[in-house]
């Protein structure tokens, strides 16, 4: 396939696997605190939080495991093979969490779904096979909006299914991802073309560490995938504390807690889906990445906050700051690391930053629950401290980003 013809029914199936892939996420994040409780009569809300941190930690440890041995599988077989592997496997994932019974069977699910969690990388490396690189930009910033609507849609649905069972979302993010893989089956083309393939590929390149490190020995490369590391190990904290916060400083229930993410969704797709685009065009990567880390910094230290006013509207107006800033980043970011690798290595230097994504994932709510058992609105403060310091890092690799933005 060429660059720039993405047929309609292909970008359809991209943007459908892109909003599951956060869909699943998502549909956990209100119900989890309250399922993760039935199992643990009279446990502390520290002892509670913890293991809701681990359940979010472990699927983002066997992602970084399997994450770069997929994208390397991607440039070696093509796009096209992977995807659908890995929608099968998060169907698994889903089915299996809502059997649920035990803990045990809920982390099971996870490992399952984070062993076949490479569909973010797999989908931006096949963006990159068919646009122009000045077009990914906006390409990645019409799928951060679809991501931003199962962002949105994810914990909504996962909050008022809660009403009639914890384990419905479940089963129905399994039906919905498996339907997409027999659609995907029948419409979706290659993207890479044979000329373009791995031809060297070995058993190393599933070593997830082996694999990182080769993609890391790029001083270029490093610097672009670095700047993504320090934006999303605070997101990380928000993500694996966020609804264990609410629900002790707000009294929140899961419908609650779903709405509050529905907020994110929303301002996350207006801005992603008719800001980033046009405003990565006039100021570039760089300042938008600057002020998007100014934003969400300033919208982690409001946060922090609520455990002093206690208020559900200020808890939203800080959500919704956090929320523009954080669709301001990831377009610019997106566009940043498939700027950074040639034909040869969009899948593995995705797959690369999907790891060191789930390096923040599986540290930062392990991170967040620690800071919590101290004080509750700690992790927001150390939120705020990382992106300060992501912030001075990008100003002091201005050249080095400059300048993969100009090649």
């Not at 660059?3 to 970008?11: D, E, R």
């Not at 956060?22 to 209100?30: A, E, T």
Request: glycine fraction near 12%.
């Amino acid at each position: 396939m060429n660059q720039n013809s993405l047929p309609s029914k292909s970008f359809l199936f991209i943007c459908i696997t892109a909003f599951l892939s956060v869909l699943g996420i998502g549909i956990i994040i209100p119900v989890i605190p309250f399922i993760v409780e039935s199992y643990m009569k009279g446990a502390t809300n520290a002892h509670v939080a913890l293991i809701v941190g681990l359940l979010t930690s472990v699927y983002s440890l066997f992602q970084f495991i399997a994450a770069p041995g997929l994208g390397a599988l991607s440039d070696k077989y093509g796009r096209r093979p992977i995807l659908l592997i890995c929608l099968v496997g998060s169907a698994i994932g889903y089915l299996l969490f809502g059997i649920g019974g035990s803990l045990a069977v809920l982390f099971i699910g996870r490992i399952i779904d984070g062993l076949t969690g490479g569909d973010i990388s797999t989908i931006f490396a096949y963006i990159a096979d068919v646009t122009k690189p000045e077009e990914r930009g906006k390409m990645f910033g019409i799928v951060g909006a679809v991501v931003g609507i199962g962002f949105m849609i994810g914990p909504t649905i996962g909050g008022m299914m809660s009403l009639i069972s914890v384990s419905a979302p479940f089963y129905l993010a399994a039906v919905v991802t498996l339907a997409n893989a027999v659609f995907g089956y029948f419409v979706l083309p290659e993207s890479l073309s044979k000329e373009h393939r791995m031809s060297d590929f070995t058993l190393h390149h599933l070593n997830p560490f082996q694999q990182l490190q080769t993609v890391l020995s790029n001083v270029t490369i490093r610097t672009v995938l670095f700047v993504g590391f320090f934006y999303f190990l605070p997101f990380s904290q928000l993500q694996g504390i966020g609804g264990v916060y609410t629900k002790d400083m707000l009294h929140w229930t899961a419908v609650n807690i779903g709405f509050y993410f529905l907020l994110i969704g929303i301002v996350d797709i207006v801005t992603q889906g008719f800001l980033s685009g046009k405003l990565l065009a006039k100021f570039g990567e760089y300042k938008l990445i600057l002020a998007g880390l100014a934003i969400t910094g300033v919208a982690y230290l409001g946060t922090a906050s609520i455990m002093v006013f206690h208020s559900s509207l200020f808890a939203c107006i800080n959500v919704t700051i956090y929320a523009f800033g954080s669709g301001l980043i990831e377009p610019a970011l997106g566009s940043l690391v498939s700027r950074s690798a040639g034909p040869k290595e969009q899948g593995r230097v995705a797959g690369a930053n999907q790891s060191l994504q789930s390096i923040t994932r599986i540290t930062g709510p392990i991170l967040a629950v620690y800071l919590y058992s101290i004080v509750p609105n700690a992790p927001y403060i150390s939120c705020a401290l990382l992106s300060a310091l992501a912030f001075a890092f990008v100003i002091s690799k201005k050249n080095t980003i400059l300048k993969v933005i100009g090649s």
